[in-house]
């Protein structure tokens, strides 16, 4: 929130045992106060990929845990990950155990496009958890290292 960005006030009424509940939840997660708690929620609801529109340019990632004795599913990951990557920044893969690996494929683009590869990697046989997660990204700089390091 910048400075110069106008704070509206308004009442919110919870019930005596959800403000307990929440008040140790921010509390725990560092809080000082409910205003800020309530605004990191909004902005997390507004975020939610199901809320946003398909042609929106976003940048985020899609975490996965899957087996990797499954058959043919590595291959297909990366086979997905290839018809995919103009979408596909960076990926990150770290082997949790003898069988399980996780893997954070850092992506941005239209929405739709993300959602599509999203989907196509929830579906397969093995993938044990797959999530997609986003934030806006600036539409002008969606060309890959579209901006100048100093």
Known sequence: MSEKE?????????????????????????????????RDLARKAILDPEQLRADEIVAGTIVLVYDHHIQDLPNFLTEAQHQFHHHIISTMHVHLNHSQCLEVIVVRGKLSGLRALHQRIQVQKGVNYAELSVTYADEQDTAPHAHVHP
């Open 6 to 38: 106008e704070l509206i006030r308004f009442g919110v009424s919870f019930p005596e045992a959800l403000i307990e509940q929440f008040d140790r939840y921010i509390a725990g997660q560092g809080y000082t106060n409910r205003s800020e708690a309530i």
